[in-house]
């Protein structure tokens, strides 16, 4: 098991409407992030933050589309690391999900990604480690106002 680490910076990635977003939504205490080439997709937004982070062991990586992954959740995450272990990654009913736990030698190949995918593409081939996360948080994304409404219906 690796020690226990006091959590690092949180940092925000933004991308399309960010001063909109960061004009409405109380980012306080984070470390806000604009991926100016976020058109590209989810490796722009990934770049960007792991960018600015630098001399960090590892991230955990969360989606602003999953409001309902907790802080529990995270936190399976992060206590499930351990030697052997490039990545953690949450699973939900044994379905893969996030967030996701990128250690360093995963952080050294993110500037590679390119196009619309995330730190999925790093996962092949690399000791990643699963923890279950259904009792502590719900995968749902929420991608449109409709689907905003079902789920808070």
């Known amino acids: 098991m690796l020690g226990a680490a006091e959590p690092g910076p949180v940092a925000v990635v933004l991308g399309a409407a960010a001063s909109e977003i960061q004009a409405r939504v109380a980012l306080t205490g984070a470390l806000v992030v604009v991926a100016e080439d976020w058109e590209e997709g989810q490796a722009a937004s990934l770049r960007a933050g792991v960018a600015a982070l630098p001399g960090v062991s590892a991230v955990v990586v969360t989606l602003g589309d999953q409001p309902f992954i907790t802080a ?9 690391r351990r030697e052997g272990c ?14 996701v736990l990128l250690g360093a030698a995963l952080l050294e190949r993110v500037s590679g990604l390119r196009g619309d995918v995330g730190a999925r593409e790093l996962l092949h081939g690399v000791g990643v480690c699963e923890v279950e996360c259904g009792e502590l948080g719900d995968p749902t994304d929420i991608d449109t106002p409709e689907t905003l409404q079902e789920v808070q219906a």
């Open 72 to 80: 529990a959740a995270i936190d399976a995450v992060v206590g499930a």
């Open 86 to 99: 490039d990545a953690v990654r949450a699973t939900y009913a044994g379905t893969p999900g996030h967030p």
